[in-house]
């Protein structure tokens, strides 16, 4: 069993960073693909970002590329989301999530089923 425990979210103005982190336990964290998700209000859960075990490869979604940045830190079992550049369409609960036995396709790992363990989320919120 994996647990992941999201923190860092908050209300920042638009055009302002910040950044997430998710701090995971329980079993090996360096064998697992992590991301991020987000949910805004009325509206369907969305891929955001996604890291294979060793950091060597990373995927994002459209909607942020160029603004939203994953990485991670094996030694300290933690995910990290650095958020810039936030505008209100990026207001939502942002969920961290691990996945064991994943393929590295877009077509997989955009794709919410495919994770084992979500975290409890944390709200982003960005006024304009």
């Known amino acids: 069993q994996v647990q992941l425990v999201e923190s860092g979210g908050g209300l920042v103005q638009a055009g302002g960073s910040l950044r997430l982190a998710c701090a995971a336990s329980?079993?090996?964290?360096?064998?697992?693909?992590m991301g991020w998700f987000r949910q805004a209000p009325g509206k369907e859960r969305e891929f955001v970002a996604v890291?294979?075990?060793?950091?060597?490869?990373?995927g994002h979604a459209d909607s942020v590329k160029g603004r939203f940045t994953i990485s991670r830190d094996n030694a300290k079992d933690t995910v990290y989301l650095q958020m810039n550049s936030l505008n209100a369409e990026d207001t939502g609960v942002y969920y961290c999530?691990?996945?064991?036995?994943?393929?590295?396709?877009?077509?997989?790992?955009?794709?919410?089923?495919?994770?084992?363990?979500w975290g409890q989320g944390t709200q982003v919120t960005v006024s304009s």
């Open positions: 890291t294979d075990p060793r950091g060597s490869n990373t």
């Open positions: 999530v691990a996945s064991v036995g994943f393929r590295w396709s877009p077509y997989y790992y955009r794709d919410g089923r495919n994770y084992n363990y």
């Open positions: 329980g079993r090996t964290f360096s064998s697992y693909a």
